[in-house]
């Protein structure tokens, strides 16, 4: 079946350093990619998406390619904000199951100012 | 417009009661779904609406879980003898067709079975 891993927090960075949140999947097919992004208090919101192999997704200052060859999704930023705090969630969808998402475990992110 | 809404926000319980959590989705959006965010399971998929059917239940733990979807709109999961392992936050989340259009979240119903 389809998985999802991504690296473990919690991860603390200082106000404008480089995050790198780690991603790797298991398919059966060619799924579409996902960052889902979840701050204090709040729901689930879509931070940036890839449809297919190479695409880069992008948003905010938050960027992620879709590597096929890697199976991985890795989601970086430059200069992070501490209201980059949250919780990230890498996932993955194919249109054959639905399009029901399979999430990985979430990574905690803190930015200290 | 108005998103995903869920009720209750909070919703505890005593252990072996029934419990009905309530999704209201984006109007136009044929798809809905049900998912679980618990500390053990992360989250986790439960059930899938295309219109009033349900294609997949396969993410529902028991027997003890169904769901209902009515007007291809409100859908109602409905958790039967509820357990102390059922506490969880129960998200819905709605798009406008199984395509690879986004899934809008709704906030969440925080279940707590004592």
């Known amino acids: 079946g389809n998985s999802v891993t991504q690296m473990e927090g919690p991860v603390t960075l200082s106000e404008e350093a480089f995050l790198t949140i780690n991603c790797t999947y298991t398919a059966t097919g060619y799924p579409s990619l996902f960052w889902y992004v979840q701050y204090p208090g709040e729901g689930l919101q879509l931070l940036l998406k890839?449809?297919?192999?190479?695409d880069k997704g992008s948003n905010k200052g938050f960027e992620a390619t879709y590597r096929k060859e890697t199976t991985s999704f890795h989601l970086e930023k430059g200069s992070v904000q501490v209201s980059d705090s949250a919780v990230y969630f890498c996932?993955?969808?194919?249109?054959?199951?639905?399009?029901?998402?399979?999430f990985g475990g979430g990574t905690r992110v803190l930015v200290k100012p | 417009g108005a998103g995903v809404s869920q009720s209750p926000s909070n919703k505890v319980t005593e252990k072996g009661k029934d419990v009905e959590l309530r999704c209201d989705p984006i109007s136009g959006h044929t798809a809905l779904y049900w998912y679980r965010q618990s500390l053990g399971q992360g989250l986790e998929f439960l059930i899938y609406f295309q219109g009033n059917s349900a294609p997949d239940k396969s993410g529902l733990p028991s027997d003890r879980f169904s769901a209902e979807r009515t007007g291809g709109s409100v859908s109602t999961l409905t958790i039967q003898r509820t357990q102390q392992e059922d506490s969880a936050v129960y998200l819905c989340?709605?798009?406008?067709?199984?395509?690879?259009?986004?899934?809008?979240f709704g906030p969440g119903t925080r279940l707590t079975v004592l």
């Open positions: 890839a449809t297919k192999a190479d």
């Open positions: 996932a993955l969808s194919e249109g054959a199951a639905g399009n029901k998402l399979t």
């Open positions: 989340a709605s798009s406008f067709r199984d395509g690879s259009n986004e899934q809008f």
